[in-house]
T-cell receptor
Framework: DVKVTQSSRYLVKRTGEKVFLECVQD?????MFWYRQDPGLGLRLIYF???????EKGDIPEGYSVSREKKERFSLILESASTNQTSMYLC?????????????FGEGSRLTVL | AQKITQTQPGMFVQEKEAVTLDCTYD???????LFWYKQPSSGEMIFLIY??????QNATEGRYSLNFQKARKSANLVISASQLGDSAMYFC????????????????FGRGTQLTVWP
């Protein structure tokens, strides 16, 4: 089975702190994604990557950056956390080859910024 | 404009009854894929069913079927014989293009429908 692992299920940080959310997948997938989920808004794409060191902005990249130094790992970085970044963050991956495009998700990281 | 619209924030169904969750989509790409995911209260996203734009028949997976009406740009999820364990948030999503390459792997998600199954 594909496994996508997010480093922390729950985090509590203070305003202004730098926050790292780590995601690792074990199925050699080319594509990796970071989504943010808020009640009533569904999932919104922050950033995605289709190859090592490559990244593309999603719909809400402001206040976030990402890093993909190895194929299996995709990190989301909040340079200076703010209260409006309190949310559930979902990492996902998918193969880059001919495929339906189904995303495989991690369990999510619930971030609270105080 | 939203690419995926789910107009039902919440739905209620009695156990063993069938329920339809609505989803409409917006794309000008002739090649696309439609997905339904389930998210229980534990938070994980569970893939349920997929329909390709060129698929002639509606997709089915066990108790789940996708009522695909291409002309209406509709991709409703039908759950037959509801079970208490079906209570969850359900998301409709769409991929545009062939799913390969730099920008074609992303999914656009709707806002979700919270389904509650009661005994």
């Amino acid at each position: 089975d594909v496994k996508v692992t997010q480093s922390s299920r729950y985090l509590v940080k203070r305003t202004g702190e730098k926050v790292f959310l780590e995601c690792v997948q074990d199925m050699d997938h080319e594509n990796m994604f970071w989504y943010r989920q808020d009640p009533g808004l569904g999932l919104r794409l922050i950033y995605f990557s289709y190859d090592v060191k490559m990244k593309e902005k999603g719909d809400i990249p402001e206040g976030y950056s990402v890093s993909r130094e190895k194929k299996e790992r995709f990190s989301l970085i909040l340079e200076s956390a703010s209260t409006n970044q309190t949310s559930m963050y979902l990492c996902a991956s998918s193969p880059g080859t001919a495929h339906t495009g189904e995303l495989f998700f991690g369990e999510g990281s619930r971030l609270t910024v105080l | 404009a939203q690419k995926i619209t789910q107009t039902q924030p919440g739905m209620f169904v009695q156990e063993k009854e069938a329920v339809t969750l609505d989803c409409t989509y917006d794309t000008s790409d002739p090649s696309y894929g439609l997905f339904w995911y389930k998210q229980p209260s534990s938070g994980e996203m569970i893939f349920l069913i997929y329909q390709g734009s060129y698929d002639q028949q509606n997709a089915t997976e066990g108790r789940y079927s996708l009522n695909f009406q291409k002309a209406r740009k509709s991709a409703n999820l039908v759950i037959s014989a509801s079970q208490l364990g079906d209570s969850a948030m359900y998301f409709c999503a769409m991929r545009e293009g062939h799913g390969r390459g730099s920008t074609l792997g992303r999914l656009y998600f709707g806002r979700g429908t919270q389904l509650t199954v009661w005994p």
